[in-house]
């Protein structure tokens, strides 16, 4: 594994496991496991890190703290990320894969009402897509409470959603790969609770007016 255009800088083994809040066996763990590049050697024990490496220290910490990912997962992200070779496109999907678990196979009609919503917004989505199956599976859990949400709802939904997912990408520059992986992590997973307390602030304000 490599960073590219990484700038080495004066900090030693302890100031880079300071900076990024890791305990210096950690960091000393993820160098073994290849999950952060090794540093510029100055003696047979000792070598040089520089700010691209506390970054990719705060991006592995994200995907293993805040995303729960095992080391396999985080190892496979990584590599998408520093592949030069993928658009920045196929690096944010394949964080964006690994942070929706498997589950329960969903029913034919919710995983075709999902299929229609993603061509009537012409969404480019791989295939297979967790993030599809699982919306089909939280359909199916509507259906089974007598609450199904149908197309209109979805649509509304989905304007909304498109709305951030626009202003999250904006918010990350395409060429800053490795931004781009952490703002996936940790973007989505800690401000998603954000969206939801708004959303409920929301409804109580709404609840209101209309009393």
Avoid at 110 to 131: D, I
Avoid at 140 to 145: C, H, T
Wanted: hydrophobic share 45%.
């Amino acid at each position: 594994m490599r960073l590219s255009n990484v700038k080495m800088g004066g900090m030693w083994m302890s100031e880079l496991a300071a900076a990024s809040g890791l305990p210096v066996a950690t960091v000393k763990y993820y160098l073994r496991e290849g999950l952060l590049p090794a540093g510029e050697a100055t003696g047979a024990t000792r070598a040089r890190y520089g700010e691209e490496h506390v970054r990719r220290l705060r991006l592995v910490r994200a995907l293993t703290e805040v995303a729960g990912l095992r080391l396999e997962a985080v190892r496979a992200v990584l590599a998408a990320v520093d592949d030069e070779d993928r658009s920045f496109h196929d690096a944010m999907g394949s964080v964006h894969h690994r942070l929706t678990g498997p589950g329960a196979e969903p029913s034919p009609g919710a995983v075709a009402q999902v299929a229609a919503l993603v061509e009537r917004r012409g969404w480019h989505l791989y295939e297979p897509n967790p993030h599809a199956l699982a919306l089909a599976r939280a359909l199916d859990a509507l259906s089974g409470l007598d609450r199904p949400a149908d197309d209109a709802l979805l649509d509304d939904y989905a304007d909304a959603a498109q709305a951030v997912a626009e202003r999250d990408i904006a918010a990350v520059g395409r060429e800053d790969r490795v931004a781009g992986a952490e703002h996936a992590v940790v973007g989505t997973l800690l401000l998603e609770p954000v969206l939801l307390l708004l959303r409920r602030m929301a409804q109580e304000d709404a609840s209101a007016r209309l009393g």
